[in-house]
Nanobody
Framework: VQLQASGGGLVQAGGSLRLSCAVSGRTFTPYIMGWFRQAPGKEREFVGSISRSGGATDYADSVKGRFTISRDNANNMVYLQINALKPEDTAVYYC????????????????WGQGTQVTVSS
């Protein structure tokens, strides 16, 4: 399965972005989808995940209330809506997929996109 993340950019603090992840190669619905991010000099960290149906989501405490994950199974897409952006949200954002369970651990995800850069200016 191939994942292609897009939608990043340069935005002022307080602004919003919607990141997209297009999934291709295999049937989309068996995959649990996750978003992770990696800032310069830091380890990759969990942002959030969404269940196969989209009925359940999980978020890192640092983004709860500001980030929303959704998915469109008909079009093999997953989205990350980011509101009230902060400079500390600056990172490369990655979408990932796994077939087993919702997880906050990068090691549990089998497939990764190439990442999209989000830069937040203060």
């Amino acid at each position: 399965v191939q994942l292609q993340a897009s939608g990043g950019g340069l935005v002022q603090a307080g602004g919003s972005l919607r990141l997209s992840c297009a999934v291709s190669g295999r049937t989309f619905t068996p995959y649990i989808m996750g978003w992770f991010r990696q800032a310069p000099g830091k380890e990759r960290e969990f942002v959030g995940s969404i269940s196969r149906s989209g009925g359940a989501t999980d978020y890192a405490d640092s983004v709860k209330g500001r980030f929303t994950i959704s998915r469109d199974n008909a079009n093999n897409m997953v989205y990350l809506q980011i509101n009230a952006l902060k400079p500390e949200d600056t990172a490369v954002y990655y979408c990932a997929a796994n077939q087993e369970f919702m997880s906050a651990h990068a090691a549990d995800y089998n497939y990764w996109g190439q990442g999209t850069q989000v830069t937040v200016s203060s």
